[in-house]
């Protein structure tokens, strides 16, 4: 059973773009949602996280857009840039995340100059 | 990478052969976690440890053990290894705090790259 959905599995975007990858997540004891950015050969790092008591949440060119009720979250990368491609990956936990994360299956963004 | 050394970073071994993973982390975090990346999976959780000699199963424990020790290392042990089970492992480190403040953040390592022939 797949706790967090995550889509789409590849994107291509243009510079100056918006990238757009989603989740949805099935398990409603979930109270912490990640995403994380992975480049090749490194391990994945926390870029941005939201807390279902808040809609969204943005630092600088990203922003996660949270809808409690749809049991969904998306990621955006405004004016996004080469250097932002990546693999991300959505993640949930609940109980402060001690027992782990659950993650999505990431999504490979390459972003064209 | 917040004081997390993974060991070795590749290792190729033959099936039926154990194998030990190392990480040791400098940040006297409680938690630690072991995670193994395949393509199209995602990161999926084989175990964790809440303190020295507490560990719990996570998603895929099957085929592995572990060990915590002392708080700064957490071994994985694969007894008999498996092709299936060659894959990209991860060990991440967090601290939790009180629901009131800030979610904890889990730091990842750079990863061990393992290969069973």
């Known amino acids: 059973q797949q706790q967090v959905k995550q889509s789409p599995q590849s994107l291509i975007v243009q510079k100056g773009g918006i990238s757009i990858i989603n989740c949805a997540y099935e398990?409603?004891?979930?109270?912490?949602f990640p995403w994380y950015q992975q480049f090749p050969g490194k391990g994945p790092a926390l870029l941005i996280a939201?807390?279902?008591?808040?809609s969204e949440k943005k630092e600088g060119r990203f922003t996660i857009s949270f809808n409690k009720s749809a049991k969904q979250f998306s990621l955006h990368i405004m004016d996004s840039q080469p250097g932002d491609s990546a693999t991300y990956f959505c993640a949930a936990s609940k109980g402060g995340g001690a027992d782990g994360l659950t993650f999505g299956k990431g999504t490979h963004l390459i972003i064209q100059p | 990478d917040a004081g997390i050394t993974q060991s070795p970073r590749h290792k190729v071994t033959e099936t039926g052969t154990p194998v030990t993973l190392r990480c040791h982390q400098t940040e006297n975090h409680r938690y630690m976690y072991w995670y193994r990346q395949d393509p199209g999976h995602g990161l999926r959780l084989i175990h964790y440890?809440?303190?020295?000699?507490?560990?719990d199963k996570g998603e895929v424990s099957d085929g592995y053990s572990v060990s915590r020790s002392k708080t700064e290392d957490f071994l994985l042990t694969l007894e008999s290894a498996t092709s299936s089970q060659t894959s990209v492992y991860f060990c991440?480190?967090?601290?939790?705090?009180?629901?009131?403040?800030?979610?904890?953040?889990?730091?990842f390592g750079q990863g061990t790259r393992l290969t069973v022939v």
């Open positions: 939201i807390r279902p008591d808040v």
């Open positions: 440890s809440y303190g020295v000699k507490d560990t």
């Open positions: 398990n409603t004891a979930f109270d912490y």
């Open positions: 991440a480190i967090s601290e939790t705090y009180n629901w009131g403040g800030r979610n904890t953040e889990a730091f």
